[in-house]
């Protein structure tokens, strides 16, 4: 999907984690036109942000997602980078993304974590907070 570096902006937010001055803000939301649920074939898209509030600078290395659908299956998918980049963020700099889900279930359970690492070499992993895929009219779960 799309990305872009942000300023100080930040996104209309559901979900909220930070890890030492690194806070990740999650936005999901349920995509109808891309669900086809004759299929069992349901799909969300979340619109991140990574914000520095530190006073490092931060390179985002890696990504680790953990994925449960409304049956409890669980799947973990991990790679380097977001969208095929690895952002460096500067104190005070943000950094916006969208990406999807697709489940084969009404609703379910996303959370995970990014490696970054400062330009000293300190590796450490910024949590990414759990959140709900829900259908707009049912009730959230999760936080």
């Known amino acids: 999907m799309r990305s872009n570096r942000l ?26 036109d891309q669900s086809d649920p004759t299929e069992r074939h349901w799909v969300w898209a979340y619109a991140v942000e990574i914000e520095n509030k530190s006073e490092e600078v931060v390179q985002l290395m890696s990504r680790r997602w953990i994925i449960t659908d409304a049956l409890g299956r669980v ?3 991990e790679g380097d980078g977001v969208l095929g980049e690895q952002p460096t963020l500067k104190p005070g700099e943000s950094f916006r993304y969208t990406s999807g889900c697709p489940l084969p279930t009404t609703s379910g359970v996303m959370e995970g974590q990014y490696r970054l690492v ?10 990414i907070p ?14």
């Open 118 to 127: 400062t330009s000293e070499g300190d590796n450490f992993e910024a949590l």
């Open 7 to 32: 300023g100080r902006r930040n996104i209309s937010t559901a979900y909220e984690a930070e890890t030492r001055g690194i806070i990740v803000r999650v936005n999901p939301y349920f995509l109808p």
């Open 130 to 143: 759990a959140f709900s895929l829900d259908l707009p009219d049912a009730p959230r779960i999760v936080n």
């Open 75 to 77: 799947e973990e998918v």
